[in-house]
Nanobody
Framework: QVQLVESGGGLVQPGGSLRLSCAAS????????MMWHRQAPGNEREWVAT????????TYADSMKGRFTISRDNVQNTLYLQMNNLKPEDTAVYYC???????WGQGTQVTVSS
């Protein structure tokens, strides 16, 4: 059974940092491309970042470049998103997903507010 479980969200002040984690199980994690998406209230879900399986190549949405870093630990089967210099507009529910097997986590709330 495929499972993706996000954690690490919370309330942070503008300019602060958070690291999100996504624990994966039920599939061969190291072989799969993984992504982060987010969805703010009233908005459509938007893509944040991608990291490929074997090579670990990374791509980011333009608004996240230079602030967010996607990474993975293929031994711990965990996906990460390091978010720095957070802005109020980064407030959203963040989801990890494995697109090749059509699986999504339940999401973790990130709120950026003073």
């Amino acid at each position: 059974q495929v499972q993706l479980v996000e954690s690490g969200g919370g309330l942070v002040q503008p300019g602060g940092s958070l690291r999100l984690s996504c624990a994966a199980s039920g599939f061969t994690f190291r072989h799969h491309t993984m992504m982060w998406h987010r969805q703010a209230p009233g908005n459509e879900r938007e893509w944040v970042a991608t990291i490929t399986g074997p090579s670990g190549g990374r791509t980011y949405a333009d608004s996240m470049k230079g602030r967010f870093t996607i990474s993975r630990d293929n031994v711990q089967n965990t996906l990460y998103l390091q978010m720095n210099n957070l802005k109020p507009e980064d407030t959203a529910v963040y989801y990890c997903n494995a697109p090749e097997i059509h699986s999504w986590g339940q999401g973790t709330q990130v709120t950026v507010s003073s």
